[in-house]
Structures are given as structure tokens and as C-alpha cells.
């Protein structure tokens, strides 16, 4: 008598169907992003209520807040615009077809992605979030990878949610490296700490090592398989790209927008503010400012399409695309506001209080655990990197001072878990969710499983690593 023993296929692997039951869960229970905001929104509210604020006061901080991030709104939307101008070219399309013919199939596609996104996160992280959803795009466009379009879109995303703030990107380290951008408050309690401190650190390399290695793990095994594999289509997502006719003007007043001719001026104009950028900033520095990775993109995307007529029929196409952006930044702000302007009924807004009762059950061993967990938690409420070091910084760097902790682990403490509440908040998320036409919730059961293993992977290297560090003292500039 033979006995037959049966495998069960690869794509009906625990890690994958766990990700697809999360995914389920999150597609079904999980609101439209912008209800997540509201909802925020009201949370923060009726916090500040309970502390003994006046109704007066939130409902001012929320219409203050509300146009506070409006250049960072528009920032964001340029990144989508510009990315999309860039891409739709036909340079650019061949480049990402040429990265999309790497993996071999499916669970490969979703790896691929995800290492790209956190690669190009490291130097900025405006450029994982564009080029990793086109990639995924261009990806989606092969039939033959049976490639679940979700778990790409949640790849594409990892540069967000995994490593970006350990890299040269990180909005925390930048500020604490240039004195002229620091407030005179926090240059008093810190000094100067430069990279060597901070994002060069051996243990910095170590955290991000592990981070990678992990989230690329994680993404090919949550990975549904060929038979399980969701596509762009079944997603209602159309991927297919075919360039737009080229027009030929039919009436003298469109002799100028078919002809190259503005396009190279306007170019070279922005060539000399980019020049002088790069001379006088350190080119990491120059571009990891949002104006100046816009501009570069924008002029880029419009001397590849080469006439006005392409340029602007391409940026025609990109708008749509940030409707999330435009209406839900704004929510974000007021959330800011409130948190941070509103007193309570001893004076104290409510991230003050949070921040206190932090840094007063801290101990030198206890410190890391305790500053990641508040850095996450704020992180959800106010997804600012560098806005939300310069409310943090003043409370946790005198702490690290008192308990005598290494200022440069400080800093990426708070970088390393900044990135944690990303993965399941859509903040960031809404730039990538306009590339790829999904909703947050499609995106959420996948990065949730990443989130799991990132929490104690984060707080346990964030503490045994500083363990390895000897307190400092500042250095002033």
C-alpha cells in the first residue's frame, strides 16, 4: 500500500494566509482615509476637553491648524505630480519597464519592490514613495508574475515605514547637525551633534541592517501566491500606459506649446537656482529639501516630454491623483494644533502631558524603551518628522541629559520609531495611494503583519544598542 503525503502550495503558507486574513479584515473594517482623520481629529478633541480646556479654545486651534501644513500639503502633491511627469516620459517609462524585468514572479516582484522603496528611501524618502508605486505599475503590467497588486502597493511603502529616518533623509538628524536650523531652545540643551553621531553610527548600521532584513522577509512571505494573488485588475485598477498621440498645432497661438523652445529656457533658469542650491549646500543637504526635489523633478519631467503641449497634458493626467493629499492634510494640522496649542486647565497642552509622563518614569536603562514607545504614539497623531522633533526634542534631550544617555542615540531613538506608526497610519501614505489607485485599506492588512515584528524588533535593538553608547556631552557651535 502506498501512502501519498500532500504539501500544501507555497502560497498557502501561514505567513501569507495570515496576511491575507489581515488584508480581508482591513479591507471590510478599515475606513477611507479621511475618515481616519476625522476621526483623529475628534479623539485629539475630546482629549483636550478632558484636561479642562474650553470648547472655545479647541475649535480655534482646529480653524488655525486646519491651513497650517497648506505648503506642505502643496509639497506633497508636487512629489505625486512630479513623479508622474517624470515617469510618463518616455526615458523614464523605459527605465522602469527595464527594473520591472527583474523578478521572476510573484512573491520575487513584491521583494524587489520592497528593497528598491527602502533603498531610495535612505536618500529621500519623497522618491521611494513615487518610484516605488510606479514600479509597482510597471510590475502589475506583467501577466506572467500572477504579482498580488496589495502586497506590492504595501512593498512600495516600506521606505516610509521601515528605515527612512535612519537614512540622510531623516528630518531629526538634519536639524540636529545644522545649528542655523535649530531653534535656540534645543541648541542650548544639545549643541550640535553631527552625523557621526547619529546615522553613521556602527549601532545605526546595525538597526538598519536588521530593519531590511526583516521587512524584505516579511514581504515575500506574506506574499499571496500565484493562486491567491490579487492583480490590478482584480483591484479595479487600470495599469496599462500608452503614450498619448503627438499632436501637431492647428492654428499659429499653439506654434509655442509644441515647441521646445520654452521648455530649455525655463530649464535653464531653474538650472542656475540648482546650481547655486548644490554649490553652496552639501548636495545630500540641498536635496533632501521637498522645494528643491520638486523643482528638480518638475523641470526634469518637462525636458523629457521636451514640449509644453506633453508637459502639461502629463500634469493634467497627475492632478487627480492627489485629491487625497488636498483634502486630508489639512485635518492633519489641526490635529497638530490642537495637541500643541490648546492648554488645559493647568496651562499644559496635551502633548506636553504626554511627553511628561514619559520622561518621569524614565530611567538611563529604561529610556529607550520609554522614548520609543512615546515617539510611536505621537508619531500616529502628529506624522511630522521634523515638526514633531522640534515639539519632542526640548523634553527628551533634557531628560538624556539628566540621565547622562548618549544624545546621538536620542536622536535615533526617535528616528527608528517615527517610522513605526507609518505603517498603519495613511498620512504618507496618500501620495503612493494616488499612484497606484487603491485605498489605504488595501494596503493596511499587509503592513499591520510588518508593524507586529517591527515593534519589538525596534525597542529591543533601540535599548540593547544603547547600552553600547557613553554619554557625551553637547558640543556648542
Known sequence: MSVHITHKPIEESRFARFAMRCSNWAERWFPDSWVFAVVGVLIVTLAVLALGATPTAAAKAFGDGFWSLIPFTMQMAFVVIGGYVVASSGPASKLIDLCARVPKNGRSAVAWVALVSMLASLLNWGLSLVFGGLLVRALARREDLKMDYRAAGAAAYLGLGAVWALGLSSSAAQLQANPGSLPPGILQITGVIPFTETIFLWQSGVILLALVVASLAIAYLTAPGAGSARDAKACSVDVSFTPP????????????????LLIILLVLLAGGWLYHEFSTKPAILAISGLNTYNLLFLMLGA?????????????????????GVLIQFPLYGSIAAIMTGVPGSDGQSLAHHISTFFVQIASHDTYALLMGVYSAVLGFFIPSGGGKWIIEAPYVMQVANELQYHLGWAVQIYNAAEALPNLINPFYMLPLLGVLGLKACDLIGFTFVQLLVHIPLVLV???ALGNTLAYVAPVMP
Open 245 to 260: 498621440p503627438v499632436h501637431r498645432p492647428s492654428r499659429p497661438g499653439e506654434w509655442l506649446e509644441h515647441s521646445p
Open 303 to 323: 525636458l523629457l516630454h521636451w514640449r509644453p503641449r506633453s508637459f502639461l497634458d502629463a500634469v493634467a493626467r497627475a492632478v487627480p491623483t492627489t485629491t
Open 461 to 463: 535593538l533601540l535599548w
